[in-house]
């Protein structure tokens, strides 16, 4: 059961680490600072987080230009039917996860305690080959697929990096967002950049539809 972790954070990137508490130390692009958080609290932020993240993307027309999108490559798939409002497909795909999350605790609680980006990274894509069924578990398929890839969009690229702040943020809510952690933040954006076009196919949906477009590590 030690991979079902890193398996629920490939799905999403929505990992929730084990509870820490991490003494006060130089900025670090490895271990941040991070705060003690019950679970009560720890979901009672995440579903705070998630809230606000909706609100903000249905406020700024995010949401109204995602749907237009969706819809363009729905058509353009001879899709029989239209996309649902990206609100509902993004609220569904954090909560199925978190819930499976929840029903696996007990046997993967002591299994992550490790926040070094690099780790993740690596944890996460040993894993890979699984994804096809945690992805039929959760109900994960095309339609978020097609979702995630309009953020990868040439002309989207900061709204992209904002999206992936916002994931970071509801994935570790115990992780303050401080000066001593912005490296941390900054290299967790790039995992979550190569991460998230890898597991949803986003070269399928790209205007270039070639591994250059891929996001690089940086090294």
Not at 9 to 16: D, E, G, M, P, S
Not at 131 to 147: A, M, T
Request: proline share 6%; net charge positive.
């Amino acid at each position: 059961m030690r991979h079902f972790r890193y398996l629920l954070f490939l799905l999403l990137f929505l990992v929730t680490p084990v509870t820490t508490t991490t003494a006060p130390a130089p900025e670090s692009s490895q271990q941040p600072l991070s705060n003690e958080l019950s679970l009560a609290d720890k979901q009672a932020m995440q579903r705070k987080i998630l809230n606000e993240i909706l609100n903000k993307y249905e406020g700024n027309q995010t949401f109204l230009k995602l749907h237009e999108y969706m819809i363009i490559k729905f058509q353009q798939l001879a899709k029989q039917r239209s996309p649902r409002q990206p609100e509902l497909i993004i609220r569904e795909a954090f909560e199925r996860t978190q819930v499976v999350y929840e029903k696996t605790k007990p046997f993967v609680r002591n299994s992550f305690r490790d926040f070094n980006p690099d780790a993740v990274e690596r944890s996460v894509e040993k894993y890979l080959w699984l994804k096809g069924l945690c992805f039929l578990i959760l109900g994960i398929n095309q339609e978020h697929e097609i979702g995630l890839s309009y953020f990868y969009l040439p002309e989207n690229q900061g709204m992209k990096k904002e999206l992936l702040r916002d994931i970071i943020h509801y994935s570790f809510p115990e992780v303050p967002d401080v000066p001593a952690n912005r490296i941390w933040f900054q290299n967790m954006v790039q995992v979550m950049d190569r991460l998230g076009y890898k597991i949803f196919n986003i070269n399928k949906y790209s205007p270039a539809k070639n591994l250059a477009a891929a996001p690089n590590r940086v090294s």
